[in-house]
């Protein structure tokens, strides 16, 4: 099973974190199946970071077996979505890009992406592209966004990454994070909802 993540896919969320550039290919980069955190189980800030921050992301599951798949195609290879966190070491990933070093240490640690329990696709009205989602920290909405609003749609991500390397039953794509990322403490409650919908439920340690 692979994690697959996109980085900078929502153009609010790059201008907050100072990225300028304009990428003419999804930026992708992998987690390890050790980062996945699921059925709700707390999750456990690591002593190796000062500045652990939430990335709420809609989360795909891929369903068959597919290599080289052409855009027109990709619907066929998901079939459902759900709430997920892409948990980021910011202060490593920030000295990592200064040296030009590859940042995956900062991304890929045990436990930090976090899923909710999935939804058929087709009970949120059958498209990827028309989701709502958002997460609340200890009640109160820190987090919005629309999948709408992504720069490359999902099923230009999967065309895109199948290029590489085959995608399997059971893969699991983060699909990028919208604008309002930040640090989270002990304590605090984390609540992740496509629409009205709450999949995702945990605490911090």
Known sequence: MKIIAV????AQH???LGHTEVNTEPVIFLK???????DGKPFFLPDFSQDIQYETEVVVRICRLGKCIAPRFAHRYYDAVTVGIDFTARDL???F???GHPWELSKGFDGSAVIGNFMPLEQLGGDVQQLDFHLDIDGREVQHGKTADMLF???DI?????RFMTLKIGDLLFTGTPVG??????GERLQGYLGDNKLLDFYVR
């Open 97 to 99: 890009r200064r040296l």
């Open 14 to 16: 790059n201008r907050e």
């Open 7 to 10: 980085g900078m896919n929502y």
């Open 181 to 186: 990322v930040g640090p989270v403490k002990i």
């Open 158 to 162: 999967i065309a895109y990454v199948s």
């Open 153 to 155: 749609r999902v099923d």
């Open 93 to 95: 990933q920030n000295g």
């Open 32 to 38: 390890p199946d050790s980062a996945l955190l699921k």
